[in-house]
T-cell receptor, first 112, second 111 residues
Framework: DAGITQSPRHKVTETGTPVTLRCHQT?????MYWYRQDPGHGLRLIHY???????DKGEVSDGYSVSRSKTEDFLLTLESATSSQTSVYFC???????????FGQGTRLTVV | QKEVEQDPGPLSVPEGAIVSLNCTYS??????FMWYRQYSRKGPELLMY????GNKEDGRFTAQVDKSSKYISLFIRDSQPSDSATYLC???????????FGTGTRLTVIP
């Protein structure tokens, strides 16, 4: 997993509650990403970061926000969880442009 | 239409078979092509990384890119039960870092 840790690994939450997922990396990678993986859709980019406090939206960013106050941590927040956000969330990190992206083990989130 | 299309399978083959996995794409801006392997309940791990058209070989794995047809392939020779996983194609545009993924093909190699 190239030093990428996601927490929690599993979470069940209720509709309407805020949820924060954490991604921690130990390799000082500049770029970090949050993807969600759903059957029939594959992995889709939610948000990404190209440095501390520098973030941008991906393909499916509605209902999500991110923050990166330190190089090693990238947080994904579901502001008010909905059942459509039930998914497996993956964090990835990358050192330089056009190099390999390393993925974490995933967080399985269920919104009931 | 999705930018990257991949047959979801599932694909089941006997041990020792040659496996062919494929993706097509619609955007000619894609220049970097990857294959990831994902075991059940794990994160994707990079198998092959190629730039533009051509072939790249690594052990039992060969990645092939045909930009004129917007078609990429991954061949697995002498397939093993340990190759049983979901294989994801991914691609990236020049100047961008985010990846566009296929939906994945689930492969089972039967001993």
């Amino acid at each position: 997993d190239a030093g990428i840790t996601q927490s929690p690994r599993h979470k069940v939450t209720e509709t309407g509650t805020p949820v924060t997922l954490r991604c921690h990396q130990t390799e000082n990678h500049r770029y970090m990403y949050w993807y969600r993986q759903d059957p029939g859709h594959g992995l889709r980019l939610i948000h990404y970061s190209y440095g501390v406090k520098d973030t941008d939206k991906g393909e499916v960013s509605d209902g999500y926000s991110v923050s990166r106050s330190k190089t090693e941590d990238f947080l994904l927040t579901l502001e008010s969880a909905t059942s459509s956000q039930t998914s497996v969330y993956f964090c990835a990190a990358q050192d330089l442009e056009n190099t390999e992206a390393f993925f974490g083990q995933g967080t399985r989130l269920t919104v009931v | 239409q999705k930018e990257v299309e991949q047959d979801p399978g599932p694909l089941s083959v006997p041990e020792g078979a040659i496996v062919s996995l494929n993706c097509t794409y619609s955007n000619s801006a894609f220049q970097y092509f990857m294959w990831y392997r994902q075991y059940s309940r794990k994160g994707p791990e990079l198998l092959m990384y190629t730039y533009s058209s051509g072939n790249k070989e690594d052990g039992r794995f060969t990645a092939q890119v045909d930009k004129s047809s917007k078609y990429i392939s991954l061949f697995i020779r002498d397939s093993q039960p340990s190759d049983s996983a979901t294989y994801l194609c991914a691609m990236r545009k020049t100047g961008a870092n985010n990846l566009f993924f296929g939906t994945g093909t689930r492969l089972t190699v039967i001993p």
